[in-house]
């Protein structure tokens, strides 16, 4: 067998997933996210948003649901994420892996929650350190979020739940 030069080496083709993320937001219009790293650049953390993929035939507003609850231990209704705030198709690598995203936000009013991180399977809990309640503002003056349009989600999820 032979085998070719690396720079003849073709691509894997990419990880293609349909995601539903949530944002809590809290009176103050704070939203809820979790800060961890890609495990091949722990030097590099970053806050992101709850969520991940749709199971086989489960809704977005389900998995949204259900990610929220695995993730924090908050429990919602899937009434209470009301339509999507935004949709969008993001590529970046995570843990060697080039992904391709389409994910769906929804956003919730959470009063009062304890958050709790004992969800997170074995990947999540190797790469993810705490959650902070943040505004838009502490993202864009000092915090790394994961993605640019974060601090513009985070906006339209307070607006969109507190009628702001």
Known sequence: MTVPPPD?????????RRTARVLPVDAEGRVLLLHGWDPHHPERPFWFTIGGAAEDGESLRDAAVRELYEETRIAVDPAELGEPIAEQIIEFSWGGHHIVQDQVFYAVLVISAEVSLEGL??????????YGWLAAGELEDAERPAHPDIPDLIRAAAAGVLGE
Do not use: M, S
């Open 8 to 16: 003849q080496v073709p691509e894997p083709a990419p990880i293609r």
């Open 121 to 130: 399977d074995q990947w999540e809990q190797a790469t993810t350190d705490k």
